[in-house]
Structures are given as structure tokens and as C-alpha cells.
């Protein structure tokens, strides 16, 4: 259990949900940081009172600090904001950025040696070796936020080495079954209503194409040390499965649990002990049949297009998140269509040499490439 955190991505779906994790646990919150919404963030530091707050969009920097002018709240911003509310006095970083803005901060977090509770899965998709390999190194703990991933976590404690294959669930999204043809008409405000889950609009978006679970296929092999062949993904429409894990000896540990993300915020923050949480709890007896399907990788090219990826290595990953975060901010801004975001995804990968071993410069400035070519409105080469 942790007593203090700082919160990156504060105003976000899963940033919210932590705060108010921690106000019910007890824990003191130290910084804050938000991209550009000045209101909220204005609200959640009078309520939280932390001492330091950062906020992404410099132009929106000078409106926070005539908001907050009466209160002694240091404020930062741009990137130098966000890494400085990822290294002041803490215990454990939550990492709620959408997006890969937050590979620095997170760095800079493991460096600190603080806790991450890890939210922003695109850090380790774009870097995960790297990552990985500085919390190695300075024995900083990273707990799983991802209700997959903290399911697998949860299945796994004290028996990592007996692990023979990750069972990576996943709902299949509004438009399982949908064909390409289907889905050329989605529009925006269709794929941001998932069935189950309630979240921000980019991963909405990244569950219905499935790249989200193409990112988690990523974000598991790095963060449990696995290869492409030892993940499985399964789909599993009630997202009452979280995710399993398959044994040396054939025996399947599973967690199961009300698909809310407050519960693996909830287990992020008092790992490794329980404490009771406010959530509805699963009725056995009212449960409908669970489900569970191959995933038809010709009606996901997001999902087939992460899993070639993966096994490419080097810096096709970050290319793959980056040119996918620039697509569906062009569809969610009604300027593309919903097939053209795999479309964009899978040219910015091909046009991108392999680099095997890339450093973080390497893989920032693929990154930024990838982001400046899929993000254009009308494609040039
Ligand atoms: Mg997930």
C-alpha cells in the first residue's frame, strides 16, 4: 500500500477514476498533470491540493495560473511540466496519458524509483525493452493498471516461472463480426460506445478497430518478458474474464471480476495487499453464459497488423502506436473514415526501415515521423 502519487493524465477517464481511488484509500496526491483542461484541472487541484500541477498545453499554462493564483500550487508546463510531475516527492506514479507523451515522464518516473502504475500502455509498446529494462535496473515496481494485464499480474504472483502461455481476453469491440464493407460507414459516435467498458474516446476508438488489443499483445510480451508465441488472444464478449494465464501443467488461473476500472486502479494503488472496494461483485447465480472465440483476424487488420509488428520488433511498434494515435484523432475529428485508419497504420509501418536494437532517440523520432505522415489529411508520400 501506497501513501502518496502523482497523477499524469488527471483529467483523463482513468486520471479521474485514480483520484478518486485515492481520496477513498487515504492517499495523499502530490502532483497532477492534464494536457489542456484548464476547468477540471482547476477543480481537482482545489480539491486534492497538491503541491505541484503541470499542465501539457503551454498555451493553456497562463489561464491555469490565474485560476489557481490564490493557492500555493507550483505550476509547470509543456513536456519539462509533465516529467517534473512525474519525479516530485512520491511513492507511485499513475501513468494516465493517452498516448506516447508518456515514455519520458515514465522514464524519468523509474529513474526516480518510484512505483508506476502503469495506465499508458503506448510506453511500453513504443519502448518496452528499454523500459523494461531501466525498472530492471533500479528495482522499480510496475503494476499493471490494464485490467488484462493486471489480471494476468494477479494470476501470475508468486508463480511467474510456472507460466507456459498468457490467455489475452478481450470483448471484440461493437462491430465484432463486421466486415470491411460493414464498417465503412462507422462514424465516430458509434465506435466510441463499447458495450462493456466505459472509457476515453482514443482507446473506445482502439477497441472497436482492436488495435487496443493489438497494443495490450505488445504492452504483455514486455511486461511479463514473453514472446509473440506465448500470448494467445481470446475473445470473450462479456468482459467478465480479465484475462488467464495457462500453467506448465496445463491448470488455467483466471481473474474475474465487474468489468470497471476502478478495481485494477483500486489494486494498482494497495499492491501487494486488498482492501475493500465500493464495486458491485459478480452474482454467479445471475450470470449469463460466458462466451469465448478465436479472433477472425481478417475482419481485425489492426489486431493481425500489432501481432506482425510485435514480431517485427525494433521500432515497427512505435510506429504502428504513433501513426494509430494520428488516425483516430483524424477520424474522431470527422476528417477520415473509420477503414482509413488501418489503411494509414499499416502504410506508416510499411514505409518505415527496420532498425533493430533503437535506441530512445530512434525510436522518438520514428515516432514523430510516423505521427507527422499518418496525421496529414490528404496523404502525400
Ligand atoms: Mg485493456
Known amino acids: 500500500m501506497i501513501h502518496s502519487i502523482s497523477v499524469l493524465g488527471s483529467t483523463g477517464s482513468i486520471g479521474r477514476q485514480s483520484l478518486a481511488a485515492a481520496e477513498r484509500l487515504g492517499i495523499r496526491v502530490t502532483a497532477l498533470a492534464a494536457r489542456r483542461d484548464v476547468g477540471l484541472l482547476e477543480e481537482q487541484i482545489r480539491r486534492v491540493r497538491p503541491a505541484y500541477a503541470a499542465i501539457y498545453d503551454p498555451k493553456a499554462a497562463a489561464a491555469l495560473r490565474i485560476a489557481v493564483g490564490d493557492l500555493d500550487v507550483e505550476i509547470g508546463e509543456g513536456m519539462e511540466g509533465l516529467r517534473r510531475a512525474a519525479t516530485v516527492d512520491c511513492e507511485a506514479v499513475v501513468t494516465a496519458v493517452s498516448g506516447s507523451v508518456g515514455l519520458r515522464p515514465t522514464l524519468d518516473a523509474i529513474a526516480a524509483g518510484k512505483r508506476i502504475c502503469l495506465a499508458n500502455k503506448e510506453t511500453l509498446v513504443c519502448a518496452g525493452t528499454i523500459v523494461m529494462k531501466a525498472a530492471a535496473e533500479k528495482g522499480a515496481q510496475i503494476v499493471p493498471v490494464d485490467s488484462e494485464h493486471s489480471a494476468i499480474f494477479q494470476c501470475l504472483e508468486g508463480r511467474r516461472e510456472q507460466l507456459h502461455k498468457i490467455l489475452l481476453t478481450g470483448s471484440g469491440?461493437?462491430?465484432?463480426?463486421?466486415?470491411?464493407?460493414?464498417?465503412?460507414?462507422?462514424?465516430?459516435?458509434?465506435?466510441?460506445?463499447?458495450?462493456?467498458?466505459?472509457?476515453?474516446?482514443?482507446?473506445?476508438?482502439?477497441?472497436?478497430?482492436?488495435?487496443?488489443?493489438?497494443?495490450?499483445?505488445?504492452?504483455?510480451?514486455?511486461?511479463?518478458?514473453?514472446?509473440?508465441?506465448?500470448?494467445?488472444?481470446?475473445?470473450?464478449?462479456?468482459?467478465?474474464?480479465?484475462?488467464?494465464?495457462?500453467?506448465?501443467?496445463?491448470?488455467?488461473?483466471?481473474q474475474l471480476a465487474v468489468p470497471d476500472m476502478g478495481l485494477p486502479i483500486q489494486y494498482a494503488m494497495t499492491w501487494s495487499e486488498r482492501t475493500v472496494s465500493p464495486y458491485e461483485r459478480l452474482d454467479f447465480w445471475r450470470m449469463r453464459d460466458l462466451t469465448f472465440e478465436e479472433p477472425d483476424l481478417e475482419k481485425t487488420p489492426c489486431l493481425a497488423l500489432a501481432m506482425d509488428c510485435a514480431r517485427r520488433g525494433g521500432v515497427a511498434p512505435a510506429v504502428m502506436s504513433a501513426a494509430n494515435e494520428a488516425a483516430v484523432a483524424l477520424f474522431l475529428a470527422g476528417r477520415i473514415g473509420y477503414n482509413d485508419i488501418y489503411d494509414r497504420v499499416a502504410a506508416a509501418v510499411a514505409r518505415t526501415p527496420a532498425a533493430a536494437d533503437p535506441t530512445l532517440e530512434d525510436i522518438l523520432a520514428a515516432d514523430a515521423e510516423a505521427r507527422r505522415w499518418a496525421g496529414q489529411t490528404i496523404i502525400s508520400p
Open 173 to 254: 469491440g461493437p462491430f465484432r463480426g463486421w466486415t470491411r464493407a460493414e464498417t465503412a460507414a462507422v462514424t465516430p459516435e458509434q465506435a466510441v460506445r463499447h458495450p462493456n467498458w466505459n472509457m476515453g474516446a482514443k482507446i473506445s476508438v482502439d477497441s472497436a478497430t482492436m488495435m487496443n488489443k493489438g497494443l495490450e499483445f505488445i504492452e504483455a510480451m514486455h511486461l511479463f518478458g514473453v514472446t509473440p508465441d506465448d500470448i494467445q488472444v481470446v475473445i470473450h464478449p462479456q468482459s467478465v474474464i480479465h484475462s488467464m494465464v495457462e500453467l506448465v501443467d496445463g491448470t488455467v488461473l483466471a
